[in-house]
């Protein structure tokens, strides 16, 4: 089985900056005692409970995650504003995820031996948008001199898995010859930075793909065997309700859930036995067993939920070499996760080693590509 397709180049860009677990505890135990202080009288009356204290340790037990990059460090490390500063930029500059998008594709591009000329479809899939028109890969087609078409798709943290299918798929049904696949992570504006349970979860990143017909990928490449998506409705699970109809509430126009927020146990409990059981029936599905896979590039929101879907799909603890974390570095790249984790984490593996690209999130939503080396 396959779709006659390939993915011929992979790069990853983030920004300079690294924010440690020390420096984001220690931005937000000062936010936790000023908002404490200037609520001093509520609190001694009963009246409102205290804000508590953030703390590296629970960070790296609970999500494996000990930095991440991010694109402004001033605005989050302020206690008054604890929100990036990210300046609007005139209507004929580059925007920042287009700007995003060609760092990662410049190194995609020279991966696969193109140039921006070769490319006739540029897909965009991030979990956040910075604007809803044009859209970004149009203005991303346009910088790298792209011929052809563009769309921008949004599909929480399987939007770059789900991209990359649409590029696959544009390919087989002969809209396009060669797809340029990129994915913007600029996670840090949608977190919200005063909330204790999910403050130290996102990271900024890029990352971007090649994707071209199998016959006329070079050796190395990574053919697209299979690919599945599923999703499946949540209203609560992982949610951000930020939208063009913000203002037309000024009740709710500010409130935090315009920002992510989510119940994380609940989605510990059904992200789990979901994408261990989505994986093993899309091996199934190809006739291949679990253990012929070399590799598992798991979405990276957690090393437990990771460790435990690998754990259920091998049948044993995975070792570092069998599913990638790159977590502890990047943090949550939201759906930039598992596409960062096989661009760094593949070049090693000889050709014809199974691969299996899985993302979970957002809907909840799922995609997985069985890939193959050639
Ligand atoms: N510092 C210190 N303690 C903290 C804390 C922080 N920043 N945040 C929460 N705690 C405390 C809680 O108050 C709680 O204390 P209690 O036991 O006294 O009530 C305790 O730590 C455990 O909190 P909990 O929220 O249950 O932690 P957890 O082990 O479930 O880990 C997540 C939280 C978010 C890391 C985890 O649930 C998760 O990653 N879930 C999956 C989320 C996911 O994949 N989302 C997809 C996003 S794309």
Avoid at 153 to 166: E, F, N, Q
Avoid at 205 to 233: F, P
Avoid at 321 to 349: K, R
Wanted: hydrophobic share 40%; with cysteine.
């Amino acid at each position: 089985m396959t779709t006659g397709t390939a993915i011929t180049g992979h790069g990853v860009w983030h920004p300079d900056n690294i924010l440690t677990n020390d420096e984001l505890v220690a931005a937000f135990n000062e936010f936790v005692s000023r908002e404490n202080a200037k609520r001093a009288d509520d609190i001694a009356a009963g009246k409102r409970e205290p804000l508590k204290p953030s703390s590296s340790e629970f960070i790296v037990k609970a999500s494996g995650i000990k930095q991440r990059y991010v694109h402004d460090k001033t605005g989050l490390t302020d206690p008054e504003r604890m929100c990036p500063n990210i300046p609007d930029r005139p209507e004929e500059a580059l925007s920042a995820q287009a700007e995003y998008s060609v760092n990662a594709a410049k190194r995609a591009l020279a991966k696969a031996g193109r140039t921006g000329e070769d490319i006739d479809l540029v897909v965009l899939g991030a979990s956040n948008l910075q604007r809803l028109y044009p859209a970004i890969a149009i203005e991303v087609q346009e910088a790298i001199g792209a011929r052809g078409w563009a769309l921008d798709m949004s599909l929480g943290c399987s939007a770059a898995t789900g991209a990359t299918i649409v590029a696959s798929q544009a390919i087989q049904a002969g809209t396009a010859t060669c797809a340029l696949v990129v994915v913007p992570e600029l996670t840090t504006g949608h977190m919200n930075w005063r909330d204790r349970d999910s403050h130290f979860i996102f990271g900024d990143a890029s990352v971007s793909l090649v994707v071209e017909k199998a016959d006329r990928a070079k050796a190395g490449s990574w053919e697209i065997l299979s690919t599945k998506m599923l999703s499946k409705y949540s209203a609560t699970a992982i949610r951000n309700n930020l939208g063009y109809l913000d203002r037309c509430d000024p009740t709710t126009q500010f409130s935090d859930s315009k920002l992510f927020h989510q119940q994380g146990r609940k989605v510990f409990k059904d992200v789990v036995p979901l994408a261990s059981k989505f994986i093993g029936e899309h091996l199934e599905q190809l006739g291949l067993t679990p253990q012929q896979v070399s590799r598992y590039w798991l979405h990276q929101a957690n090393e437990k939920l990771n460790t435990l879907v690998a754990e259920r799909v091998l049948g044993h603890e995975p070792t570092r070499a069998e599913s990638p974390i790159i977590l502890d570095e990047y943090g949550n790249t939201a759906s930039a996760g598992s596409l960062i984790a096989f661009s760094n984490h593949s070049d090693d593996l000889p050709s014809g080693s199974y691969g299996v690209m899985c993302s979970f999130g957002a809907g909840y939503s799922l995609g997985s590509l069985m890939l193959q080396r050639q």
